[in-house]
């Protein structure tokens, strides 16, 4: 399974130039991000976590304010993994809030599949396969269509697994560009 999200992520950063008819009609931004993980004991992934995501084009509504960005989340497609961590590809919903002309938070939500430990091994022990994930950023917009962000992310199974549930938070840094 890693050779395949391997696989799947370099496809995603091949990818990157999105071509114009599906860049803004379908493609609503794409990101690259590096980060770590938040807990440094031996049952946590070691080392840098690489991710590339794809955020669809919003939902849309006849609302405005904040009504408007929480009724027009993005679908959000993603991978990460390194050479020391658990791989991941995840699908979930993300919310896009502006704060300033500049400043803006974001949050979301979906589920995630995996390749790590589940009840035995080194590294995390999640317990089963498929997980819940969590994740918030704050950004900045340095110009029309690129944007860059601190983000955080999180994955477990909630305790629903018959097993362990050692989760996986990471903390990094993404450059997105939107179309």
């Excluded at 050779?3 to 609503?28: K, Q």
């Excluded at 974001?106 to 080194?122: F, M, Q, R, Y």
């Excluded at 997980?131 to 704050?138: G, I, K, S």
Aim: net charge negative; glycine share 14%.
């Amino acid at each position: 399974m890693k050779s395949c999200l391997a696989v799947a992520l370099a496809t995603v950063l091949a990818g990157l130039p999105v071509s114009s008819a599906l860049a803004g009609d379908l493609v609503d931004e794409v990101r690259v991000g590096v980060g770590g993980s938040l807990n440094g004991d031996s049952s946590h992934d070691k080392g840098l976590v690489g991710s590339a995501e794809v955020y669809l084009a919003p939902f849309h509504s006849s609302q405005t304010g904040l009504a408007k960005a929480l009724l027009e989340p993005r679908v959000q497609v993603g991978v990460s993994g390194g050479a020391d961590a658990t791989d991941q590809a995840y699908l979930g919903l993300n919310w896009h809030v502006p704060i300033t002309e500049a400043f803006f938070a974001e949050i979301g939500a979906g589920g995630t599949v995996h390749n790590g430990n589940l009840d035995s091994g080194t590294g995390p022990l999640l317990g089963c396969r498929f997980l819940f994930r969590e994740h918030a950023a704050l950004g900045v917009r340095v110009s029309e269509t690129v944007n860059v962000m601190a983000t955080i992310d999180h994955s477990s199974n909630a305790n629903l697994c018959n097993g362990p549930n050692d989760g996986i938070t990471h903390a990094g840094l993404a450059v997105g560009v939107r179309f």
